[in-house]
């Protein structure tokens, strides 16, 4: 799967918006998950559970509803979700 692609899935099913460094042809795995992940969980085990071994050696990129880059690691998904709706 292309790497943009990825990343409209990804907030598309997450609700979570990521940017993935990589050239526009970089293929990723597949994001086939059915449903999100719960709200409780935080950032880095959602990342390092469903994120990066779907993404393999490219760098990562987490946005937060303000626009801001790499939120602590330690956030809820709820409220980074909820930051989107600010």
């Known amino acids: 799967m292309q790497a943009w692609k990825f990343e409209q899935k ?3 099913k997450e609700g979570v918006r990521i940017i993935i460094r990589a050239d526009s042809e970089a293929k990723v795995e597949r994001f086939d998950y059915v ?3 719960t ?3 935080t950032l ?6 469903r994120i990066y071994p779907l993404t393999g050696e490219y760098e990562v ?7 801001e880059t790499d939120p602590h690691g330690k ?8 930051s ?3």
């Open 61 to 67: 990129v987490v946005v937060n509803g303000r626009g």
């Open 44 to 49: 880095t085990d959602w990342l390092n559970k």
């Open 10 to 12: 990804v907030f598309e």
């Open 75 to 82: 956030t809820h998904l709820e409220t980074l979700r909820d």
């Open 39 to 41: 709200g409780s969980m």
């Open 84 to 86: 989107y709706a600010v």
């Open 35 to 37: 449903r999100c992940a």
